[in-house]
């Protein structure tokens, strides 16, 4: 009988420290996977800032150009000989990474540095939203020579007399972007989106 019970006593006491280890692993464990998700939480907020960051000041640098050759088209005769306007952006894209650039008059006709001419290669909402906030910047949109995915950025050419006088513009591939700024911020190891304010995937 005292052996049975002495059985029974121990047997009670390995089930309740191997319950209590199994609690203490669990417990152990959900602190550690608690810890690691925050760390990957903050890991990814950082990064995004970064990436976010390096967005910007590539924007930043590419509106400041934009605003650049904006006051030297105004160069008198420039703008009314399109094989003159043509030369100057082709000589001035040759200096910069756009894919093209262009100029589109208050009427709507966009000349390239490429030669080509389109109409309304920028719509006449994104014009107005251009003149109201200083500049605009496309969401993925096919360019019109290669159909390659592109982005178009664009400012206002300086008033004349109180009236809009065009916009400047360029435009640059998806993946000049995307490999710009995916190796800056994830040192090629994981995968960024750019996402426009109204939730589309931009880059």
Same mark, same amino acid.
């Given at each position: 009988m005292y052996k049975v019970t002495g059985f029974k006593r121990a047997f009670v006491l390995i089930v309740a420290a191997a319950v209590l280890v199994a609690a203490?692993?669990?417990?152990y464990w959900r602190q550690v996977?608690?810890?690691?998700?925050?760390d990957?939480?903050?890991i990814i907020v950082?990064?995004?800032r970064e990436l976010a960051d390096n967005f910007s000041r590539l924007l930043g640098a590419e509106f400041r150009l934009l605003s650049t050759i904006a006051v030297s088209l105004q &160069?008198?005769?420039?703008?009314?000989?399109q094989d003159l306007l043509v030369s100057y952006l082709d000589k001035q894209n040759k200096h910069n990474a756009f894919t093209l650039m262009g100029y589109q008059d208050a009427s709507g006709r966009a000349v390239f540095s490429n030669g080509g001419v389109l109409p309304d290669f920028i719509s006449s909402d994104n014009v107005a939203y251009a003149? &109201?906030?200083g500049h605009y910047i496309s969401g993925r949109r096919k360019g019109p020579f290669t159909g390659k995915d592109i982005l178009v950025f664009a400012v206002p050419m300086p008033s004349q007399e109180g009236k809009p006088n065009g916009l400047v513009f360029a435009t640059q591939s998806i993946e000049f972007y995307a490999s710009t700024l995916s190796a800056n911020a994830t040192h090629g190891q994981?995968?960024?989106f750019i996402i426009s304010r109204t939730g589309n995937i931009v880059i």
């Open positions: 203490g692993s669990v417990l996977t608690d810890r690691l998700s925050q990957a939480r903050g950082s990064t995004s &160069e008198p005769g420039l703008l009314d000989n003149y &109201e906030h994981g995968l960024a």
